[in-house]
């Protein structure tokens, strides 16, 4: 089992709705939480930390639940520009210089 | 401020061929790390370095060194390639090992 799955997709959605995608990580005592956009052919940036009472930044709301071991990313009235892959990213408890990255999930808001 | 600058952005080898990935930071960070992504697989790191004159290996270290002279660069070195190397190579820096990453723009390689 990989450390940290995500469906791939494409999840494809149009321009206004809402959608929503998860991220599971497969140890338990994994530290840090991180959700990370990138464009085709660019490389990742920061979209939000993922912290244990949830974040919300405008129409990104993640969510952490430790019990079944999963974040997700909700994205609301989405835009043609939200438009990428999002990475989920998790840090292991026992070493705090590595990040496990996600294959990441393929995002195509059509007009 | 510049960021993370990482060049080439395009390169072609042989097989065999030796090169220098370069990465240079102007953020002052004490940590550094160099991944590949190949399609349908995350981020994988290859070597990391927590500050001048400390590297560690990560996930898949073999057929590369790193070196870090100081605080600002940390080249990748790709000792004899090979066709499995075909990737992009991103480099990265950031405060700490979990915080926040900035990335390069990254390095299509292609090896022949």
């Known amino acids: 089992r990989k450390e940290v799955e995500q469906d791939p997709g494409p999840f494809n959605v149009p321009e206004g709705a809402t959608v929503a995608f998860n991220c599971t990580y497969s140890?338990?005592?994994?530290?840090?939480f991180f959700w990370y956009r990138q464009d085709c052919r660019k490389e990742p940036k920061l979209l939000m930390s993922?912290?244990?009472?949830?974040n919300e930044d405008g129409r990104f709301t993640a969510q952490l639940n430790r019990a079944s071991q999963y974040i997700s990313l909700l994205i609301r009235d989405s835009k043609l520009s939200d438009s990428a892959t999002y990475l989920c990213?998790?840090?292991?408890?026992?070493?705090?210089?590595?990040?496990?990255w996600g294959a990441g999930t393929k995002l195509i808001i059509k007009p | 401020n510049a960021g993370v600058t990482q060049t080439p952005k395009f390169q072609v080898l042989k097989t065999g061929q030796s090169m220098t990935l370069q990465c240079a930071q102007d953020?002052?960070?004490?940590?550094m790390s160099w991944y590949r992504q190949d399609p349908g697989m995350g981020l994988r790191l290859i070597h990391y370095s927590v500050g001048a004159g400390i590297t560690d290996q990560g996930e898949v270290p073999n057929g590369y060194n790193v070196s870090r002279s100081t605080t600002e660069d940390f080249p990748l070195r790709l000792l004899s390639a090979a066709p499995s190397q075909t990737s992009v190579y991103f480099c990265a820096s950031s405060y700490e090992g979990n915080t926040e990453a900035f990335f390069g723009q990254g390095t299509r390689l292609t090896v022949v």
């Open positions: 990213v998790v840090t292991p408890l026992k070493s705090n210089y590595q990040l496990i």
């Open positions: 993922v912290y244990s009472s949830g």
């Open positions: 140890n338990s005592a994994s530290q840090s």
């Open positions: 953020m002052n960070h004490e940590y």
